[in-house]
């Protein structure tokens, strides 16, 4: 798998959402194709021209863990495609769920997933 989800033939992360919209809005928004950038090989889309600005002085800090792969599927040593319509901010950083099951599964020990998932990435990639 590569290390960023994107759709097939494509190289749009985070499904074209806004990665900063989540930190300063709470909510995803779409991002508009007039404000992206490249960033290690993939393209990210922003909503504005400031959250373009955010991203580009401090990327690491906006981008969705585990590559916007299902944080829930990492931990199950696992990779499905992260829905940025379930999301969740946990310590500063940004976590995508495959759907509202799977997010509901994660949120019953959040901590516990992380961990597991930071042991399984990004050897994950290569199942």
Request: proline residues 8%; hydrophobic residues 35%.
């Amino acid at each position: 798998q590569p290390p960023v989800h994107t759709a097939a033939f494509s190289h749009v992360a985070v499904s074209g959402y806004d990665p900063v919209a989540y930190f300063t809005d709470g909510r995803p928004v779409r991002g508009n194709a007039q404000f992206t950038t490249a960033y290690q090989g993939y393209e990210y889309r922003f909503a504005s021209a400031a959250h373009l600005a955010q991203f580009r002085a401090s990327p690491a800090r906006y981008l969705p863990q585990y590559g916007g792969y299902c944080a829930w599927a990492v931990a199950q040593n696992r990779t499905a495609p992260g829905d940025p319509n379930y999301w969740r901010i946990v310590d500063g950083k940004l976590y995508l769920n495959y759907n509202a099951d799977i997010q509901h599964r994660w949120e019953a020990n959040i901590p516990g997933f992380i961990q597991d998932a930071n042991r399984n990435w990004p050897a994950v990639l290569n199942h």
